[in-house]
Antibody, heavy 120, light 110 residues
Framework: QVELQQWGAGQLKPSETLSLTCSLFSGSFKGYFWSWVRQPPGKGLEWIGD???????NYNPSLKSRVTMSLDMSKSQFSLNLSSVTAADTAVYFCARSPHSGPFYNVDVWGRGTTVTVSS | QSVLTQPPSVSAAPGQKVTISCSGS????????VSWYQQLPGAAPKLLVYENDKRPSGIPDRFSGSKSGTSATLGISGLQTGDEADYYCGTWDSGLSASFVFGAGTKVTV
């Protein structure tokens, strides 16, 4: 049973950097794309981007200037940094796994989510 | 505002069937595979359908997906109270800035 466990700071002030980490328990890290998705309170899902084992990234164009994703293969962990946060970045952030990129893209395993609140 | 259009809500009685539409364009649904997700209240989303009409292991055949042109549909038959949730479609958008996009979601009430 593939499981993703995530953690990170839940309270931020405007202009700070959001940092979240997700760890894979059971299952292979190789051959997949490791994704982040967020959901503002009461709203729908928004794909933030993904990273593969080679470190190649794809980012949502609307967030690209502020997003950095990285991974540590030795620990089976991947991370999300989102800089210069504002109240609009308040959301539940999910880490996830995608078996494919491009036309076959889907998200088949999800973490439980981390609530991040941005407030002064 | 999402590039994929879903109805905000649908409802039906237990045992009945509902369909949820997801409308897009040639840059997304028209040339890429569609997946569907169920999100129960307070929970993470769960993959229901991938590659238009395939179900992951453990997903009952009450859930079905289809695609035609630039639209996709999720069907839920034999509705149960436990099916009350938000449902999202998703697909790759091959436009100028390629990315994965979700629909705005549909609330199913049983």
């Amino acid at each position: 049973q593939v499981e993703l466990q995530q953690w990170g700071a839940g309270q931020l002030k405007p202009s700070e950097t959001l940092s979240l980490t997700c760890s894979l328990f059971s299952g292979s890290f190789k051959g997949y794309f490791w994704s982040w998705v967020r959901q503002p309170p009461g709203k729908g899902l928004e794909w933030i981007g993904d990273i593969n084992e080679s470190g190649t990234t794809n980012y949502n164009p609307s967030l690209k200037s502020r997003v950095t994703m990285s991974l540590d293969m030795s620990k089976s962990q991947f991370s999300l940094n989102l800089s210069s946060v504002t109240a609009a970045d308040t959301a539940v952030y999910f880490c996830a796994r995608s078996p494919h990129s491009g036309p076959f893209y889907n998200v088949d395993v999800w973490g439980r989510g981390t609530t991040v609140t941005v407030s002064s | 505002q999402s590039v994929l259009t879903q109805p905000p809500s649908v409802s039906a009685a237990p045992g009945q069937k509902v369909t949820i539409s997801c409308s897009g364009s040639t840059s997304n649904i028209g040339n890429n595979y569609v997946s569907w997700y169920q999100q129960l209240p307070g929970a993470a989303p769960k993959l229901l359908v991938y590659e238009n009409d395939k179900r992951p292991s453990g997903i009952p055949d009450r859930f079905s997906g289809s695609k035609s042109g630039t639209s996709a549909t999720l069907g839920i038959s034999g509705l149960q109270t436990g099916d009350e949730a938000d449902y999202y479609c998703g697909t790759w958008d091959s436009g100028l800035s390629a990315s994965f996009v979700f629909g705005a979601g549909t609330k199913v009430t049983v």
